[in-house]
């Protein structure tokens, strides 16, 4: 089988010590439950002109480069936010006690870990 590249823009949303992420329901296929950061295009988001990070991952043949954009939490992305079931906030400091998937886990610990990031809730 031929390797397959994808690229995925997903979001970095914080907002008072809290990060956005998507649960997964019931009714997913894979990753029933689990936390992940959503893309862009399901918060009708925009990419900046630099992502914050860049990451990249394999699921079977195809390997993805995901790129995470910072993205504030301004009165439009509020109104997408509260109209979807599977986006929720969740506490920085509770991150380590929620079931993230395993590249997610590793990309916001090194987010998070970068000595040049501004301290919790001031970030956009």
């Given at each position: 089988?031929?390797?397959?590249?994808?690229?995925?823009?997903?979001?970095?949303?914080?907002?008072?010590?809290?990060?956005?992420?998507?649960?997964?329901?019931?009714?997913?296929r894979r990753?029933?439950?689990?936390?992940?950061?959503?893309?862009?295009?399901?918060?009708?988001?925009?990419?900046?002109?630099?992502?914050?990070?860049?990451?990249?991952r394999t699921?079977?043949?195809?390997?993805?480069?995901?790129?995470?954009?910072?993205?504030?939490?301004?009165?439009?992305?509020?109104?997408?936010?509260?109209?979807?079931?599977?986006?929720?906030?969740?506490?920085?400091?509770?991150?380590?006690?929620?079931?993230?998937?395993?590249?997610?886990?590793?990309?916001?610990?090194?987010?998070?870990?970068?000595?040049?990031?501004?301290?919790?809730?001031?970030?956009?």
């Open positions: 089988k031929s390797r397959q590249q994808q690229k995925v823009d997903r979001a970095l949303v914080m907002q008072s010590g809290q990060l956005l992420l998507r649960r997964y329901g019931a009714s997913a990753l029933k439950g689990i936390l992940e950061l959503p893309t862009l295009a399901s918060l009708k988001a925009k990419a900046g002109k630099q992502p914050a990070m860049i990451a990249k699921i079977g043949t195809v390997t993805y480069t995901e790129s995470l954009w910072l993205v504030k939490a301004e009165a439009t992305l509020r109104r997408t936010i509260k109209a979807d079931d599977e986006l929720c906030w969740i506490a920085v400091d509770e991150l380590k006690n929620q079931a993230l998937s395993g590249p997610h886990r590793q990309w916001l610990e090194r987010w998070l870990n970068q000595n040049d990031q501004p301290k919790r809730g001031k970030r956009p």
